[in-house]
């Protein structure tokens, strides 16, 4: 099973910006997409945004014009850039990864932001 390693999360106070980093165990393009999730308390998982093998991005309207996905294929990471971020983006913030063979989970990484 492919493992997946998300860093970045922490304590943001609204309108500040954090970024977080995913690093899976295989290569980049071994994934047809690779996508951010976020879980509130007592809310189910959603997707925040996603990029597929070729690059492109999708976002969730909540956070268009405010987060940013990339990754960086000599570092063979993904990123969520979160800028002017909200109390409502407070979550647990899972990195994922899917191909024919797999749909990979992070272990998450806590994201909470202070009014």
């Known amino acids: 099973q492919v493992q997946l390693v998300e860093s970045g999360g922490g304590l943001v106070q609204a309108g500040g910006s954090l970024r977080l980093s995913c690093v899976p165990s295989?290569?980049?393009?071994?994934?047809?997409?690779m996508g951010w999730y976020r879980q509130a308390p007592g809310k189910q998982r959603e997707l925040v945004a996603s990029?597929?093998?070729?690059?492109?991005?999708t976002y969730a309207d909540s956070v268009k014009g405010r987060f940013t996905i990339s990754r960086d294929t000599a570092k063979n990471a993904m990123y969520l850039q979160m800028n002017s971020v909200k109390a409502e983006d407070t979550g647990v913030y899972y990195c994922?990864?899917?191909?024919?063979?797999?749909?990979?989970w992070g272990q998450g990484t806590q994201v909470t932001v202070s009014s």
């Open positions: 994922n990864g899917v191909n024919v063979l797999y749909n990979s």
């Open positions: 295989a290569r980049i393009f071994s994934f047809t997409a």
């Open positions: 990029i597929s093998r070729t690059g492109s991005p």
